[in-house]
C-alpha cells in the first residue's frame, strides 16, 4: 500500500494532498457536531422543563397539561375550583361561584373557560410567565369570567339547567369531533 502511495506514476498520487486535507477537515467538523450534540442535549430537557415549569408567584401547582385539550381543560377547572372558590362566603356571591359540573353542556362557557385557562397558563407558567399579567388576570380576567358564570350556566352545583338556545350550527368534523370528545370528558 505504501508503494501505491509513493508511486509518482500513479495517476492519483497528485490527489493524496487534498485527501489528506478533506480528512482533517472531516474528523475536525465531527468532533464539532459531537460538541454541538452535547450541548443541545443540556439545552433542550431545560427547555422541556421550563417551558411547563410555574412562575415563582404560582402559589399552587398549576394543573398538568396533556396532549388532549378537552382533558387539560377539565383539570383546569378543577384546579380554579378548588383554588379560587371557598365554601366560606354567601351563596349569592358571584365572584365566588364555582364552575358547575355541567360547564361542557354549556358551549359558550366552555369556550370561556378555554381561553380563561389559557390566559391563566400563559400568565403563571413557563418562560413567558409574567407577574403584571398574572395579577391582570386576578383583577380583570377572573372577576369579569365570575360575573358571566351565572348567565352562561345558571345551573346549581346539584341540578343542571338545560340551555334552551337554538341548535348550534352546523361545524367542520374536526369540531364535531372535539365537542364530542368535551362531552364524553363530562359524563
Same mark, same amino acid.
Given at each position: 500500500?505504501?508503494?501505491?502511495?509513493?508511486?509518482?506514476?500513479?495517476?492519483?498520487?497528485? /490527489?493524496?494532498? #487534498? &485527501?489528506? %486535507? !478533506?480528512?482533517? +477537515?472531516?474528523?475536525?467538523?465531527? $468532533?464539532?457536531?459531537?460538541? /454541538?450534540?452535547? #450541548? &443541545?442535549? %443540556? !439545552?433542550?430537557? +431545560?427547555?422541556?422543563?421550563?417551558? $411547563?415549569?410555574?412562575?415563582?408567584?404560582?402559589?399552587?401547582?398549576?394543573?398538568?397539561?396533556?396532549?388532549?385539550?378537552?382533558?387539560?381543560?377539565?383539570?383546569?377547572?378543577?384546579?380554579?375550583?378548588?383554588?379560587?372558590?371557598?365554601?366560606?362566603?354567601?351563596?349569592?356571591?358571584?365572584?365566588?361561584?364555582?364552575?358547575?359540573?355541567?360547564?361542557?353542556?354549556?358551549?359558550?362557557?366552555?369556550?370561556?373557560?378555554?381561553?380563561?385557562?389559557?390566559?391563566?397558563?400563559?400568565?403563571?407558567?413557563?418562560?413567558?410567565?409574567?407577574?403584571?399579567?398574572?395579577?391582570?388576570?386576578?383583577?380583570?380576567?377572573?372577576?369579569?369570567?365570575?360575573?358571566?358564570?351565572?348567565?352562561?350556566?345558571?345551573?346549581?352545583?346539584?341540578?343542571?339547567?338545560?340551555?334552551?338556545?337554538?341548535?348550534?350550527?352546523?361545524?367542520?368534523?374536526?369540531?364535531?369531533?372535539?365537542?364530542?370528545?368535551?362531552?364524553?370528558?363530562?359524563?
Amino acid at each position: 500500500m505504501t508503494d501505491h502511495i509513493t508511486d509518482t506514476n500513479d495517476p492519483t498520487h497528485d /490527489l493524496i494532498p #487534498t &485527501v489528506v %486535507e !478533506l480528512t482533517a +477537515q472531516v474528523e475536525g467538523l465531527t $468532533q464539532h457536531v459531537i460538541t /454541538l450534540d452535547a #450541548t &443541545v442535549a %443540556e !439545552l433542550v430537557p +431545560q427547555t422541556k422543563t421550563a417551558a $411547563q415549569a410555574p412562575a415563582e408567584w404560582a402559589w399552587f401547582p398549576p394543573p398538568e397539561s396533556t396532549e388532549r385539550p378537552p382533558a387539560t381543560l377539565a383539570l383546569w377547572v378543577e384546579f380554579y375550583n378548588a383554588t379560587y372558590v371557598t365554601t366560606t362566603s354567601s351563596s349569592g356571591d358571584d365572584h365566588n361561584r364555582a364552575i358547575p359540573g355541567c360547564w361542557l353542556h354549556h358551549p359558550g362557557l366552555a369556550a370561556e373557560i378555554a381561553t380563561l385557562a389559557a390566559s391563566w397558563r400563559a400568565s403563571f407558567v413557563g418562560p413567558g410567565a409574567d407577574p403584571v399579567g398574572a395579577q391582570n388576570w386576578h383583577d380583570r380576567w377572573r372577576p369579569g369570567f365570575a360575573e358571566r358564570l351565572r348567565a352562561w350556566a345558571p345551573c346549581s352545583s346539584d341540578q343542571h339547567l338545560v340551555d334552551l338556545r337554538l341548535p348550534r350550527p352546523r361545524a367542520s368534523l374536526h369540531r364535531q369531533c372535539a365537542w364530542s370528545s368535551l362531552m364524553r370528558l363530562g359524563q
